[in-house]
């Protein structure tokens, strides 16, 4: 199967601005609308799909710096057009932009290369499991009280929540995280997010005052190393970063400083790099969580042994369930669960449904 030839022939890509459904914002930030780079790469008949959340000028990148590399290369050596990506991007800066384009382009020739070849994206990959545990995501710094509260009930079926803190007085946040304590009640696990917003100090105060709290993320900002690790020697819930990873070298730096490395598939390098920063955490004797776009997320976690779940974030769970057919379902507990039998990572984008909200495209 291997030995037929299927040279890349096409790759397209296109940004879409779509509004958020409210307010959001965390402690270090505020948006009122994400932007999702869809690209579709092509070779032998069949169509590879993959993504990214990040400005447009990461499709323009592709266009201009990434494409080139990618174009009549053979689609089955998805590492080879990875490598050959990341030293294209050398003197424009691996870190940020240029990272998300080559994440986006990278997922799409590992649905390209699953599509080929007839089989799920998972077993292609090397499946450990068949759902994928995952966590709701929400809970913004700028919601009222009776949206977090009835936000919290909606996902009852998740055994864990996770609410936004920081950027406001600290006692805004014990208000907030005893009430989302309270409406979660015994079962359902609390976890709080502060975006880098404490300074070490403020965060191991703040956490002696924490209900029980099982996840602080970022409570001091993720390239304070030091600070990671002072606030994870001094409090009982598990310390975790890694959303901001753009290269393997990020996640080393990081490892030694967390209970729980992150990473994110739309940034980190795609899928490539999401398996090798698995293996990176896997050395330290850390569990992975996968940060954001879930349905771009559930192929590489079925595939990833020391995965410890998946965020099921508010608004990117909205934007993929909108645009796109095909995406896991969520089942008791919290967990996904993919139709294995469709091809590659079984998603469609739905073009014509985005079309009002196209900003650029090449
Ligand atoms: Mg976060």
Redesign the pocket.
């Known amino acids: 199967m291997l030995a037929v030839p299927a040279e890349v022939g096409g790759v397209r890509w296109a940004a879409y601005r779509i509004p958020t459904d409210g307010p959001e914002a ?1 402690g270090t930030l505020e948006w009122d609308a994400t932007t999702i780079v869809v690209v579709h790469v092509q070779a032998g008949g069949a169509t590879g799909l993959g993504w990214t959340y990040a400005p447009a000028a990461a499709g323009h990148l592709i266009g201009e710096m990434l494409s080139p590399h990618v174009l009549g290369r053979s689609a089955w050596d998805v590492p080879a057009a990875n490598a050959v990506m990341a030293r294209a991007v050398r003197n424009a800066g691996r870190p940020g932009v240029a990272a998300t384009a080559i994440s986006a382009v990278d997922t799409a020739l590992w649905d390209l290369k699953a599509r080929l070849l007839g089989v799920r994206l998972a077993t292609l990959l090397g499946p450990v499991r068949d759902e994928v545990p995952a966590y709701a995501s929400g809970g913004f710094v700028n919601w009222p009280d009776n949206v977090l509260e009835s936000w919290l009930e909606a996902h009852a079926g998740f055994g864990r929540a996770k609410i936004k803190i920081g950027g406001g007085p600290e006692e805004a946040d014990h208000r907030r995280i005893d009430l989302a304590r309270r409406v979660l009640g015994p079962d359902r696990e609390l976890y709080v ?1 502060a ?1 880098g917003a404490y300074t070490a100090k403020q965060a191991i105060r703040m956490a002696t005052g924490f209900p029980d709290v099982r996840w602080f ?2 409570p001091v900002s993720s390239d304070d190393v030091h600070g990671l690790r002072r606030v994870r020697e001094s409090v009982a819930a598990d310390v975790a970063a890694g ?1 901001y990873g753009y290269d393997l070298r990020y996640f080393a730096r990081l490892a030694g400083s967390v209970d729980c490395l ?1 990473a994110d598939v739309t940034r980190c390098g795609g899928i490539t790099d999401f398996m090798r920063v698995a293996a990176l955490a896997a050395a330290e004797g850390l569990e992975l969580s996968g ?1 954001c776009a879930p349905a771009l997320h559930v192929d590489v976690s079925l595939a990833t042994p020391n995965l410890r779940h998946l965020e099921y974030f508010h608004d990117h769970a909205r934007i993929e369930s909108r645009f796109f057919d095909g995406v896991a379902t969520v089942v008791a507990g919290g967990l996904l669960h993919p139709d294995l039998t469709a091809p590659g990572n079984g998603l469609t984008f739905k073009t014509g449904d985005a079309e009002p909200h196209l900003v650029a495209a090449g």
């Open positions: 965390d997010d975006n993320e970022e959303e992150q940060h």
